[in-house]
């Protein structure tokens, strides 16, 4: 047998495997059509026979479904709220805090560079009698020079 020979037979044998896959394909397209068909008879036999039958209980049931899925649905979305709310007031208390500190590093390093007078000790100090206190030396106060002096 030559290539040639071999290359027809085959290219025959692939012809005939097609033509046979097509007419299964047709064959199953068919029988989904006659299949369609029954079904929705079926459905409309069904929807009759259900219609004669008492099925409260079923309605019932599909109802209870449905409420215990949609307060389920509320209850998440609350607790989602809920948690969000919480984070965003942690992240306020978070931001007031870094909000004081910064003032406070702010008011500290006013004292530092002498634009604001140095801070009074919140404790009381024992008070120190009229005759032990010394007078300002005006020579002090002279020099002490701070910001924008020359």
Same mark, same amino acid.
């Given at each position: ?22 007419? +299964? ?8 059509? *006659? !299949?369609? #068909?029954?079904? @929705?008879?079926?459905?409309? =036999? ?47 208390? +978070? ?8 003032? *406070? !590093?702010? #008011?500290?390093? @006013?004292?530092?560079?002498? =634009? ?35």
């Amino acid at each position: 047998m030559t290539g040639e020979e071999k290359r027809r037979l085959l290219k025959e044998q692939m012809k005939a495997e097609y033509k046979q896959d097509l007419v +299964q394909r047709k064959e199953f397209l068919e029988k989904v059509k *006659q !299949l369609r #068909e029954t079904q @929705k008879l079926n459905n409309a =036999l069904t929807d009759m026979v259900a219609g004669l039958e008492d099925d409260s209980d079923a309605w019932i049931g599909k109802l209870n479904e449905a409420s215990a899925l949609a307060e389920a649905k509320v209850d998440m979305a609350l607790d989602s709220a809920l948690s969000t709310y919480d984070k965003l007031e942690a992240l306020a208390k +978070q931001a007031e805090l870094e909000k004081l500190s910064a003032a *406070q !590093l702010v #008011e500290q390093m @006013k004292r530092e560079m002498g =634009l604001l007078p140095p801070e009074t000790p919140a404790t009381p100090s024992p008070e120190v009698p009229a005759q032990e206190q010394k007078p300002a030396d005006p020579a002090d106060t002279q020099s002490k020079k701070r910001m924008g002096d020359f």
